[in-house]
Nanobody, 125 residues
Framework: QVQLVESGGGLVQTGGSLRLSCAAS????????MGWFRQAPGKEREFVAA????????YYADSMKGRLTISRDNAKNTMYLQMNSLNPEDTAVYYCAADFGGKYLTTRDDAYDYWGQGTQVTVSS
């Protein structure tokens, strides 16, 4: 079993930045592709970013490309998401997820095996 715990969310003003963290325990995630998703009130969960096992490959949602940096530290069993130039439309619960079975990065949430409980990001106008 893998436990994923997100942190780093909070309240930020428009134009601000946040760095989310996702700490894994129970199993090394160095063999897993990992991703970030978000869900805003009344909306479906959507893909944000994904990173390959080694960190060499990264993929971002078009809507947020240029404002995000996903990274990971396998020695610390932790993944990060740096978010810049935030706006109110970015307000959502952000979830991290781990995909142990996939060979390629995917935006499909049903491909991910383990999920964190989420961290709230609120951007005020």
């Amino acid at each position: 079993q893998v436990q994923l715990v997100e942190s780093g969310g909070g309240l930020v003003q428009t134009g601000g930045s946040l760095r989310l963290s996702c700490a894994a325990s129970g199993r090394a995630v160095s063999t897993a592709a990992m991703g970030w998703f978000r869900q805003a009130p009344g909306k479906e969960r959507e893909f944000v970013a994904a990173i390959s096992r080694s960190g060499a490959n990264r993929y971002y949602a078009d809507s947020m490309k240029g404002r995000l940096t996903i990274s990971r530290d396998n020695a610390k069993n932790t993944m990060y998401l740096q978010m810049n130039s935030l706006n109110p439309e970015d307000t959502a619960v952000y979830y991290c997820a781990a995909d142990f079975g996939g060979k390629y990065l995917t935006t499909r949430d049903d491909a991910y095996d383990y999920w964190g409980q989420g961290t709230q990001v609120t951007v005020s106008s």
